[in-house]
C-alpha cells in the first residue's frame, strides 16, 4: 500500500472535514451576480488569492489562514537560525514542514511525521479565531491610564474588577466565546466584536503571541527530535476525529503512539523561548512577550473546563492524560523558566489570571442558570 506523503494526507484530512476546492468555489462565486456596488471586489479578490495560489500545500487550504501561518513560520525561522543553546540534540536546523488547517473542534495542533523528513503541521481551524476573541475580551478588561502623551494599562485588579462589573458586555462576550466551544466546539460560532482602540493593542500583544507559541511548540518537536523514531498520531475531536480514524482504518497511515510527558514539557520550554525571541525582536519587551504563552495556557485549561462541563465532571478539575500533562500543570512549568529572569512577566501574567478566572466563575453561574432553565 501506498503511503500518503504530507500533502496527500494534508488534503485527504481536508476533504474528510468537508472543505471544498479552490475550483468549486470558484464555480459556485462565478454563478453569482453580485450587486454593481460591489464593483471589480471580486475580480480584485481573486487576483489577490493567485498569487498565493501556487504556494498553497492541497487544493483544499484556506489561503487567508496559509499566509497568517507562512508569516509566523517566517518570523520563527529568522529567530531560530541566530539561537544559541548548548543542547545537543539541535545540531541542524529543520526545514519548517509542510503546514495547514482543518476542522479539529479545538484550540490546538499536531505535528505528525514518518521520521524520513517528511513532516505536517496540522493546525485547528479555529485555532486563530479562540485566540483573537480571548486576547480581545482579557485586553478589553485591563483600566487605562492616561498619560501626558501617550496611554498606560492599570494591572490592579481592584480597579479591574470595577471596570468588568460597570463594563457588563466584556462577560457576554466572555460566555459567547465559551458556548460557542460548548455547542459547536469552534470559536468560529462566536460573534466578532472591536474592543476599544487603546485596549486592542494589548489584546493584539496578547493574540499574536498565543498564535507564534502554538506554531513554535510544534516545530520544537521537530527541533528536539521528538519525531524521529515513530510517527505521532494526530489527535482531534468531533467529526474530525472519525475522519482520521476512517483514514487510519483505510490507509494505516496514522499510527498510535503516545507522547510522554517530558515531550511536551520540553517543546514548551524550547516555544516559550522561541516566542519571547520573536516578539522581543518586534520592538516588545519580555514581560509582554511572555503574555501569549501564558495566555495560550489559560485558554488550554478553559477548554478542559468546558470538556469537564460537558461530561458532567467538576469543571475546575485539571485534566491530565497519557499524552499530555494538564493546562494547569505545564503553564507552572512554564513560569519556572521565566521567573527569575522576567520577575514582572508573573505579575503580568497573575492580573490575567485574575480576569480569566473571574470571567470562568461567572460563566459557570451562567451555564448553571441556563441549565436549569432549560429543566423547567
Known sequence: MNRKNSRELLAELQRRAGYVSREEQEAVLGSIKFPSEFGNAMEVYNQGIKGVEEKLPTKYQDPGEYVLLEHIFEDIRSFVKNLKTDDKRIKELPDIPTFGTVKMGSFSAQISGSGEGDYLILFANGMFG???LLSKVIGDSFVLIKEENFYSFSTDFDQI??????????????????????????????????????????????????EIFVAAHEYAHLILGHLSSDTRRIRVTGEGEKNLRESQEEDDEIK???????????ADSLAVIITMGVMTQKGYDRALSFMGPGTAMLGMELLEGLENLKEGRDPQTPRNSKTHPSGNLRKQVMYEIVKTDVPEALNLMESIEKIVQYLWMNYLEFYKNMEEATKK
Open 130 to 132: 479562540f485566540a483573537n
Open 161 to 210: 474588577k470595577i471596570r468588568l462589573e460597570e463594563k457588563k458586555e466584556i462577560q457576554r462576550h466572555f460566555n459567547d466565546l465559551m458556548m460557542g466551544y460548548m455547542i459547536r466546539e469552534n470559536a468560529h460560532a462566536a460573534r466578532q466584536y472591536f474592543p476599544s482602540r487603546q485596549l486592542s493593542a494589548i489584546a493584539s500583544i496578547i493574540r499574536e503571541g498565543m
Open 256 to 266: 498510535e503512539s503516545i507522547y510522554n510527558w517530558k515531550d511536551e514539557v520540553e
